[in-house]
């Protein structure tokens, strides 16, 4: 009997060192793991730059325009009866959107080089693109690498929605009356990307994809404004539509201080 017990006690013994040497083995695989992952980038937002509000610096302009803009040609609707109600008294092509004073709307205005390879994290806010009225809205956009797009349509006919990406993957889809939004993202760096509707062939508005979050897009009196800011000199770029294709673009050293406000004025010649 005292044999049995204690082959009993010692067999209990073992079991229970085998299930604690089992319990610490795997928790300390689990750490090597959490380790690895770290060391393999499995947590690129720690590794990320962020945008310091209170001490950043702004840049602020204006686009405006020498000389008089080509006139918008009119767009020939009556193909489709719901873009043609849609616009009774006609539409326009939008290329050139210029108010009294010469001022430039949807010009993309960012900062292009003087980040030293920095690179933020994207929002969370999703950026909408609507097709209304058988166009874009908006016709000029920015988003950062990542970021959500939400694709809608308003219109009461089918439009396509086709990203002409050269760096980034281009996607190609149909999105019918009264579809859900479409939630799309780009991957890598790219200005611009050209966005068309293959059903309306007058359709078209363009994505400046970026890794900062240091661009913003002239409004109808061709203002911008840019903050938040780090301390740097800066190659702050202005595009335009008009300047796509042709290897073209307009640039502008600016040097700025923590807190500082510097004035970033642009010119577009008329093509």
């Not at 969370?124 to 809608?152: A, N, R």
């Given at each position: 009997m005292n044999t049995s017990n204690t082959l009993r006690k010692l067999s209990y013994f073992l079991s229970l060192l085998l299930v604690v040497v089992l319990v610490s083995c795997g928790g300390k695989?689990?750490?090597?793991?959490?380790?690895?992952?770290?060391?393999?980038?499995?947590?690129?937002?720690?590794?990320?730059?962020?945008?310091?509000?209170?001490?950043?610096?702004?840049?602020?302009?204006?686009?405006?325009?020498?000389?008089?803009?080509?006139?918008?040609?009119?767009?020939?609707?009556?193909?489709?009866?719901?873009?043609?109600?849609?616009?009774?008294?006609?539409?326009?092509?939008?290329?050139?959107?210029?108010?009294?004073?010469?001022?430039?709307?949807?010009?993309?205005?960012?900062?292009?080089?003087?980040?030293?390879?920095?690179?933020?994290?994207?929002?969370?806010?999703?950026?909408?693109?609507?097709?209304?009225?058988?166009?874009?809205?908006?016709?000029?956009?920015?988003?950062?690498?990542?970021?959500?797009?939400?694709?809608?349509?308003?219109?009461q006919t089918l439009h396509n929605i086709h990203a002409h990406g050269e760096k980034n993957e281009q996607f190609n889809e149909g999105q019918p009356a009264g579809s859900s939004a479409k939630e799309r993202s780009m991957d890598k760096v790219e200005v611009m990307v050209p966005i068309k509707c293959d059903v309306h062939g007058w359709m078209n508005c363009y994505a400046g994809v970026l890794n900062h979050p240091f661009f913003a897009v002239t409004g109808k009196d061709g203002k911008f404004e840019i903050k938040g800011v780090p301390p740097g000199e800066y190659t702050v770029t202005a595009w335009h539509e008009t300047l796509d294709g042709k290897g073209e673009s307009i640039d502008m050293k600016v040097t700025v201080a923590a807190k500082d406000s510097k004035t970033a004025d642009f010119t577009l010649k008329a093509q």
């Open positions: 695989k689990k750490d090597e793991d959490d380790e690895s992952d770290t060391k393999d980038g499995a947590a690129p937002a720690a590794g990320m730059a962020t945008v310091d509000m209170a001490n950043g610096a702004t840049i602020m302009g204006a686009v405006k325009l020498d000389g008089k803009a080509p006139d918008n040609k009119a767009i020939k609707m009556e193909a489709d009866p719901v873009c043609k109600t849609a616009h009774p008294s006609g539409a326009m092509e939008d290329h050139w959107m210029v108010g009294a004073g010469n001022e430039v709307a949807n010009t993309f205005v960012y900062i292009k080089d003087g980040l030293g390879g920095k690179t933020y994290a994207a929002p969370t806010t999703v950026q909408k693109l609507d097709q209304h009225g058988c166009q874009y809205e908006p016709h000029v956009f920015g988003v950062m690498v990542g970021q959500k797009i939400s694709i809608v349509n308003s219109d």
